[in-house]
């Protein structure tokens, strides 16, 4: 009798892609993180400048 459960949609790993929670291949994984630091560096430099402006414009502690 055949399971009726599909094992691969469960969460548990497969042959081809190793991993508890996970169906990226290591390739697709560092891909996804090397986007990800991309985008997050981007939002860390807007943020720091919209700070610097904002400061230069009302200083929000008495140095």
């Not at 891909?31 to 929000?60: C, D, Q, R, S």
């Amino acid at each position: 009798m055949a399971d009726p459960i599909d094992r691969t949609a469960t969460g548990t790993p497969t042959r081809d892609r190793p991993g508890v929670g996970t169906y990226l291949t290591d390739e697709e994984a560092k891909e996804i993180h090397g986007a990800f630091m991309g985008t997050f560096g981007l939002y860390v430099a807007i943020a720091v400048v919209a700070h610097i402006l904002i400061w230069i414009n009302k200083p929000w502690l008495p140095i």
